[in-house]
């Protein structure tokens, strides 16, 4: 059986407390969940002390934590170790020891790592994002190869594929001067795309079809989002808009995520091919997917992802709370809008449809689901790539998703189903924590009027 990694343990005496921690710190953490904050800790609170800001205990606990994530080769490290004289760190040359907690959500991580246990597709990646602060909120990586051990979710060898034309549509959207309902003309069929189709602005009356952006774009319709790129947009629109939905950019985070790229060349085939995403040029990594998407449901601003909430002394003194951070506003809200259109469409008649049929029923009814999904045959590892990037957003309760599948011959599972269970998963779950916080707190009032 194949192995999926990233299973941060909780410390021996932290798992006696496990149910207990879990009502108590519900109570006193609203935010939300997390594995640390499961452990005992008040995980996603913001701001940092004087102390950290004025020793920089952020970017050290940062400069130590990547290297030990690189070198993992299943889990996570639960301590790491700062040399003297950083917040508090004792005198004379001795090494303060620090724990570490995370903000990956347990029922959601585990989840996950049993579904691509069970289906082993050749290889699979996951990662899960809260939109509003930039909380990695779980991440698997699975290779049914046992030599594989490095972690899939961070590299950023696999193409895009469709998952690009979200670059191309906010684009159009901002600068291209189209709404979702704006009416393009092409000949060809949705996934294919030939020169012919391009390069020749006329069309033939005979063969030609008329397709709205929202339509083309749940369908995935290559020709559409080519003769975008090539004739409406161009090289410097299309790159621009990359870079701000982080290809070729340093995200700064606590994760060593490698950089997707994307080539983007004023030849108007080449266009065309970045711009439908009908290239193996363009790549990302599962983290980097789930920050599109995350994009799109924060109203077009991009957070800084990170893995590490919190850490403290083994005497349970705090050194570092992570403070959510703003790499930059990506789109406009506008813009933002119109996506979340688009993406709406890939789930209710788009390549998604069947996949989540069924899914606005009983608590989910009030639930938006938005999506893209991408596929195509990459090297790196060989086989046929699988994507489905998407968000669920439930009355507020938010989750920004990537998922990924790569099978050289047999397809065992879809990524769009993979990531429809996790939605699921993740928004059951906040729905029964805020019952179990609502009750604690009846339960409570109800104490302190009997008093």
């Known amino acids: 059986m194949g192995q999926s990694g990233f299973k941060p343990p909780l410390l021996k005496t932290e798992r006696r407390k496990y149910q207990f921690l879990f009502s108590v710190v519900a109570i006193t953490a609203?935010?939300?969940?997390?594995?640390?904050?499961?452990?005992?800790?008040?995980?996603?609170?913001?701001?940092?002390?004087?102390?950290?800001?004025?020793?920089?205990?952020?970017?050290?606990?940062?400069?130590?934590?990547r290297p030990s994530l690189k070198e993992a080769k299943s889990g996570l490290p639960t301590e790491i170790r700062l040399p003297s004289g950083r917040s508090g760190a004792s005198e004379g040359g001795q090494i303060d020891r620090l724990v570490l907690q995370y903000t990956l959500d347990p029922d959601l991580q585990g989840t996950m790592e049993r579904l691509f246990k069970q289906y082993n597709p050749d290889y699979g990646a996951f990662a899960a994002i809260d939109p509003d602060t930039g909380a990695v909120l779980a991440m698997v990586s699975h290779s049914a190869d046992p030599k594989i051990k490095e972690n899939?979710?961070?590299?950023?060898?696999?193409?895009?594929?469709?998952?690009?034309?979200?670059?191309?549509?906010?684009?159009?959207?901002?600068?291209?001067?189209?709404?979702?309902?704006?009416?393009?003309?092409?000949?060809?069929?949705?996934?294919?795309?030939?020169?012919?189709?391009?390069?020749?602005?006329?069309?033939?009356?005979?063969?030609?079809r008329h397709m709205t952006l929202k339509e083309a774009f749940g369908r995935s319709v290559n020709t559409v989002f080519g003769r975008l790129g090539a004739h409406r947009l161009g090289a410097v629109p299309l790159r621009d808009f990359a870079d701000r939905f982080g290809f070729d950019q340093k995200l700064g985070t606590d994760i060593p995520i490698e950089n997707g790229h994307a080539e983007i060349q004023n030849d108007a085939w080449e266009l065309a091919e970045a711009a439908s995403g009908f290239t193996q040029d363009n790549t990302m990594s599962p983290v980097q997917g789930a920050l599109i998407a995350a994009v799109v449901a924060n109203g077009g601003k991009m957070m800084e992802p990170y893995l590490i909430a919190s850490a403290h002394k083994l005497d349970g003194t705090p050194v570092y709370t992570a403070q959510p951070q703003v790499i930059r506003q990506a789109i406009d809200d506008k813009t933002a809008d119109g996506m979340k259109t688009l993406m709406r469409s890939t789930i209710t008649q788009g390549t998604s449809r069947k996949t989540f049929r069924g899914f606005a029923r009983g608590?989910?009814?009030?639930?938006?689901?938005?999506?893209?999904?991408?596929?195509?045959?990459?090297?790196?590892?060989?086989?046929?790539?699988?994507?489905?990037?998407?968000y669920a957003d439930h009355r507020g309760k938010r989750i920004a998703v990537a998922a990924l599948t790569i099978n050289e011959k047999l397809w065992r599972v879809k990524s769009s189903w993979l990531a429809r269970r996790s939605m699921e998963t993740y928004i059951k779950s906040q729905l029964q924590q805020a019952s179990v916080l609502s009750s604690e707190l009846d339960r409570q009032g109800s104490a302190v009027v009997r008093r």
Do not use: C, M
């Open 152 to 208: 899939l979710a961070i590299r950023a060898t696999f193409p895009s594929a469709s998952i690009f034309k979200v670059v191309t549509a906010a684009a159009a959207l901002s600068k291209g001067g189209l709404s979702p309902e704006s009416v393009i003309s092409f000949t060809g069929a949705n996934h294919t795309l030939y020169k012919s189709q391009i390069l020749k602005n006329e069309t033939s009356k005979r063969w030609t």
């Open 363 to 390: 608590v989910f009814k009030v639930t938006e689901v938005g999506g893209k999904t991408g596929s195509l045959t990459g090297d790196n590892p060989k086989g046929k790539v699988d994507w489905f990037v998407g």
């Open 30 to 65: 609203v935010t939300g969940t997390s594995w640390g904050l499961l452990a005992g800790g008040a995980a996603r609170s913001v701001g940092f002390g004087p102390a950290e800001k004025d020793s920089g205990l952020r970017q050290e606990i940062q400069k130590i934590i």
